[in-house]
């Protein structure tokens, strides 16, 4: 873990707001709906057993990574339980992004950065009538994450490439209403990726940023977006960052425990 990444967790724990501390009802209800895990029994089982296949899957890949890279050093050749293991979000985050989208249920959801294609069925499982579009660049992981997809039966679209190639003709197909950005970490892509993608949300649409303490450039993309007047609330969960689009509010910013 890095020095900025340690920093970074001791501040967000000295400021980290539990429920009993929120004013906005709005946040009030996230709060009761998404970030409460004693109160809502989903069905994860199914999810949490293809996370274990992962895991043991001895499979290597042949990666071309077009983000920031891995920070474990591994190069480009890569085992699947290797990626599950280091590269898929964590179980525990994976719900929380299942939960968000059941309480919000979006038309229609994009991702930037498919992996292995887990996280996408988190979200497409959430609300499987919506429209759900993953983007990666990788060849060996688009292959992968389609099958994954197809052996279970869902109805997920995997546009291959690197971003700057496809973000712009992909984002025009749609409005937006969850958008996970978890392909780019350096903060000149995910600043670029976001201002490609504002036109084309809808009101009340989410824009999730994985990993906002990856790296000072990403935390630096994170405070300069969540500044920004078109995100009428931001939450900082750490792990992730939440903007909302056009909610009927003043602008609000929190830092909320997970």
Not at 222 to 247: C, H, N, P, T, Y
Request: proline share 3%; aromatic share 10%; hydrophobic share 40%.
């Amino acid at each position: 873990m890095s020095w900025h990444r340690i920093q970074s967790a001791l501040k967000y724990v000295l400021r980290a707001q539990g429920p009993y501390r929120l004013h906005s009802p709005f946040v009030f209800g996230l709060q009761q709906h998404v970030f409460d895990k004693k109160h809502h029994h989903y069905d994860f089982d199914w999810l949490a057993a293809l996370r274990e296949e992962l895991e043991q899957d001895d499979q290597v890949l042949h990666i071309e990574d077009h983000g920031a890279g891995s920070t474990s050093g591994a190069g480009n050749q890569r085992s699947v339980k290797s990626i599950a293991g280091r590269s898929v979000k964590r179980q525990k985050y994976a719900e929380f992004l299942y939960r968000l989208v059941d309480h919000m249920q979006p038309g229609a959801m994009l991702e930037l950065g498919t992996s292995l294609g887990l996280t996408t069925l988190y979200l497409h499982r959430a609300c499987p009538g919506a429209r759900c579009v993953s983007m990666e660049g990788a060849p060996a992981l688009v292959e992968f994450a389609t099958g994954l997809h197809a052996a279970v039966g869902a109805g997920i679209e995997v546009v291959e490439g690197p971003f700057e190639k496809t973000l712009p003709a992909t984002v025009g197909k749609a409005k937006w209403d969850f958008v996970f950005v978890d392909g780019n970490h350096r903060k000149e892509a995910t600043l670029k990726a976001v201002e490609l993608l504002a036109p084309h949300l809808g009101e009340g649409a989410i824009v999730v940023i994985d990993d906002i303490y990856w790296s000072r450039g990403m935390t630096e993309a994170w405070d300069e977006l969540r500044k920004r007047e078109q995100f009428a609330l931001s939450i900082d969960v750490f792990e992730m960052g939440i903007l909302f689009v056009g909610l009927p509010m003043a602008k609000q910013h929190f830092v909320l425990r997970y």
